[in-house]
């Protein structure tokens, strides 16, 4: 599971999102798909069920949905807007 880090901030509108990372004091512009996954993770969406709903939103395949929202989550990782989050408690 993947949740927007706590500095990331954004504003989305017909043709994307701009996100601003207030911590690292960077700015980026979204696609219109990538400002609807922004917006399914910030909501806890998991990434199966964002896969599914990109692949009908966009009428593409699944197998290919699920190719580019892994690279984007990735990617969002590595400009650190992204962090893994484990499910559950502590033990």
Excluded: P, W, Y
């Excluded at 990538?34 to 910030?42: A, C, F, N, T, V």
């Excluded at 709903?53 to 590595?78: C, N, P, Q, Y």
């Amino acid at each position: 599971m993947h949740k927007v880090s706590d500095g990331v901030r954004s504003t989305h509108g017909q043709d994307g999102a701009i996100v601003l990372d207030v911590q690292q004091g960077q700015m980026f512009n979204l696609n219109f798909v990538g400002s609807r996954i922004l917006e399914l993770l910030k909501s806890g969406t998991s990434e199966a069920e964002i896969v599914d709903g990109i692949s009908r939103e966009f009428d593409i395949s699944r197998d290919l949905a699920e190719t580019d929202v892994r690279e984007f989550i990735e990617t969002l990782k590595e400009h650190r807007l992204v962090e893994e989050c484990q499910l559950g408690g502590a033990v």
